[in-house]
Structures are given as C-alpha cells and as structure tokens.
C-alpha cells in the first residue's frame, strides 16, 4: 500500500469539501495514526459534512450521536436489559459499537456523558456491568464541538482532549467556495453519491504501514524539544506529556507515509505540531480558546531550531 491508493479518498472528499484539502488530509492522516479527531469551529462550516464525506469514502459501519444535554452514557454504549423468558440479561449495544462514530457537538452533553468514551477512545473497548467488549479495530471517532464560549456547552476535560490526536478547525470557505454554494451546488447531492474507495483490510494494511515508518534520531530529538518548550514555557501551565510527544510522533508517521516517504522528516513533525499540541495545552493565563494555545505552539516552534542533517531514509 502507498500514497497512490490513498489518492482516490483524497480526491473524492475533496470534491464534497471544497478548498479544505489541508484539513481532509489531516484527518486522513490521524485515520491512518489510529487516532481520532475534534473538530471546533462555529457551526455552519462544514465540520459534519467532512466527517460524513470521509465515512462515506471509507468502507465500515458509520454511527452518528447527537450530543444534547440530555443525553446518558447509556444512549452512547448500550444496556443490558433482563430476557424474561431466560432469566438473563442480555447486552444491546449502542451506537458506539461501529467503525466511524461521529458525535456531533460534544460538548454539548454533560461531563458524566462527555466520559462514556474515555475507555472505548483509549483502548478500543467498552466495559459495562463487568462485561468488556470489544470495538472494531479501526474503531475512529470524529467529533464536533462548538466554541467554549457559546452558550449550552460544557468543557471538555483535559483526560478527554488527551483522547483526540488532533484537534482541527474548518474555518470559513473560500470566497469562490463559498459563492458557488450560494449559486446552488449541492454539496449534499454530492454526499449521497460518494462510494467506498478504502476497504477496512486497506486501511488495516495502511496502518500497518505507518508503524513500520522509520524516525530517525535527529528527528526524534527535534520532537523532544518541542515537548520540553512547552513544559519550559512560563505562559503554559500544563505541558505536553510523554504520551502527547508520542502523538506526534505517530502523527508524523502517518503524515510521512501519505506523502509516499517510509521515514519522518522535520517537515512531517510540523505539519502535524499544532493539530496535535494545541488541545493539550493548559495555558498559565487561563485563556481556554484554540486560537491562543495555537499561537503559543507557534511561538514555541520558531524557538526550536530545526535539524538540517541526519536524517535517513
């Protein structure tokens, strides 16, 4: 497997999610990463149309929860209810139990809610009444999430933004993009029409692939000290820790293979730095807006020098 078979995924997004092609293949990228994706933005630009393109184009179950406040973890993983005629309880399982789940406007259901993915995210399972079960092993969770600052939302805690590999924001369309919506192309039309081009053993090769992709130790050291700055910073209170710098690498790996490299270069750990740094973050001035942590991590990669040799292929 290598890029070419990745291209056709690309291309057909792309043609439902017009002039976003940095934030289809980021998605991609964490896809191929085995992690998972948070999208915040306003509402209105296009965060569950993506998510809906990228299920579309991928072969596997697709589940999509509306988060409300009232909303139990229950309605996400599923409930054993008592068989009368056996005397036993037997599990029903809920949307959660499926390849993509979208959980659309997350924080807009309780904490207690928000925490009924934290075992299924991390470790791909689901323990309910004693009782573990297993998810799909390419299990992949795309969730939307409006601005802290609108009202009806509640924060999502920093064990649970640990969870995402990414956190991603759409943005506005191109003038172009935007006006050509305005002249009636029908995006959802286009939704409809979309065929799976990656099958599930596609992609379970495909990630098979990334973790053979090579890191070299220059490149290794570089990603450190990006993780120590943050730590280092006096204007962030809560650091990347050694899983959030092992993110990044694993990141970077997926990155490089879906631009047909078997190995990670400096470019690679940028490319995926503050999609993968900025949700971690806990800034020492309290600021909680994406925006702001995203600068911090800009200002912090342009302290880092960035090596110029070492490395291999």
């Known amino acids: 497997m290598n890029n070419q078979s990745l291209q056709p995924l690309l291309t057909q997004i792309n043609q439902v999610v017009v002039g976003k092609s940095q934030i289809i293949k980021l998605t991609v990228t964490a896809l191929l990463a085995g992690g998972h994706v948070l999208f915040e933005d306003v509402p209105g630009v296009g965060k569950t149309t993506l998510a809906r393109a990228l299920a579309r184009s991928v072969a596997g179950d697709f589940n999509r929860v509306q988060f409300t406040p009232d909303l139990l973890p229950n309605d996400i993983l599923g409930v054993s209810i008592l068989n009368q005629q056996q005397n036993q309880f037997e599990f029903h399982a809920g949307p959660i139990f499926t390849t993509m789940l979208l959980a659309d406007e997350i924080n807009r259901a309780t904490p207690r809610t928000q925490s009924a993915l934290l075992q299924a995210m991390a470790e791909r399972q689901v ?17 939307t999430e409006n601005p802290s600052e609108y009202a009806g939302t509640y924060p999502l805690p920093e064990a ?5 590999l990414f956190s991603l924001q759409v943005g506005y369309p191109a003038t172009t993009d935007e006006l050509a919506l305005y002249n009636g192309d029908d995006r959802q039309a286009a939704l409809n029409t979309l065929q799976a081009v990656l099958s599930e053993a596609d992609l379970s090769q495909l990630k098979t692939a990334v973790n053979a992709v090579t890191v070299d130790a220059a490149v290794s050291q570089y990603a450190l000290a990006l993780v120590q700055a943050t730590r280092d910073d006096a204007g962030v ?3 990347i820790s050694p899983r959030g710098g ?29 999609p993968t740094f900025s949700h971690r973050l806990v800034l020492a001035n309290g600021a909680q ?25």
Do not use: C, H, M, W
């Open 127 to 143: 323990t309910l009444d004693g009782q573990t079960y297993d998810l799909p092993a390419n299990f992949f969770v795309l969730a």
């Open 160 to 164: 649970q933004l640990d969870r995402f």
């Open 237 to 239: 209170r809560l650091g």
């Open 246 to 274: 092992l993110a990044l690498l694993q990141a970077s790996r997926a990155y490089a293979l879906l631009n047909d490299r078997n190995y990670v270069l400096p470019e690679d750990i940028q490319a995926v730095l503050i």
């Open 289 to 313: 807006s994406l925006t702001a942590k995203q600068q911090v991590v800009q200002r912090l990669q342009a302290s880092i020098p960035v090596p110029t040799k070492g490395t291999s292929a």
